[in-house]
T-cell receptor, first 112, second 115 residues
């Protein structure tokens, strides 16, 4: 089944403890992206990648890192999480030039 | 500052009637617009799109209308069904050479279809 898989689905962590949210897709998509969803703000882009080793900042990249060493994987790294990063995170992928992104099911992150 | 705005956070409609969702944008360079639908505990799924060279696009029960002069688009769902109860996000792209990968989303509208 064609899908974008995010792990974990839920995560509660403490301020400052490094964490990684994984994202993997099995559709051979070149494009991958991370979004966060907050009430009243919709989906805001954090980082995106057009292909392996090619990443770029979205609208809210502060406090996040990404890497794209393989085509299928695009992990989101929070090196020192803070409470304002408490949010619902989505990974998405698509072929370059197509807008019908496939989204993962989301990761609910709480930083206390 | 949000460039895509959905000013109605919620909409309640009776089954069988029309649902009209509205979206306004501020960037006149946007040239491609989309609607995504999201159920609880799932990621958004692509619903329908429209290019700025058109003013209407239809797909079954879903029609998107674009009014470029007013910087406004709307999604019509006719007839509304209980399975349409979801959050609907408006999104837009364009305005820069690298804009393809930078979809801008609105805040979403929660639609509830009642029997």
């Amino acid at each position: 089944e064609a899908q974008v898989t995010q792990n974990p689905r839920y995560l509660i962590t403490v301020t400052g403890k490094k964490l990684t949210v994984t994202c993997s897709q099995n559709m051979n998509h070149e494009y991958m992206s991370w979004y966060r969803q907050d009430p009243g703000l919709g989906l805001r882009q954090i980082y995106y990648s057009m292909n392996v080793e090619v990443t770029d900042k979205g609208d809210v990249p502060e406090g996040y890192k990404v890497s794209r060493k393989e085509k299928r994987n695009f992990p989101l790294i929070l090196e020192s999480p803070s409470p304002n990063q408490t949010s619902l995170y989505f990974c998405a992928s698509s072929f370059v030039g197509t807008y019908g992104y496939t989204f993962g099911s989301g990761t609910r992150l709480t930083v206390v | 500052d949000q460039q895509v705005k959905q000013n109605s956070p919620s909409l309640s409609v009776q089954e069988g009637r029309i649902s009209i969702l509205n979206c306004d944008y501020t960037n006149s360079m946007f040239d491609y617009f989309l609607w995504y639908k999201k159920y609880p505990a799932e990621g958004p799924t692509f619903l329908i799109s429209i290019s700025s060279i058109k003013d209407k696009n239809e797909d079954g029960r879903f029609t998107v209308f674009l009014n470029k002069s007013a910087k406004h688009l709307s999604l019509h769902i006719v007839p509304s069904q209980p399975g349409d109860s979801a959050v609907y996000f408006c999104a837009a792209s364009g305005g820069a050479t690298d804009s393809w990968g930078k979809l801008q989303f609105g805040a979403g509208t929660q639609v509830v279809v009642t029997p």
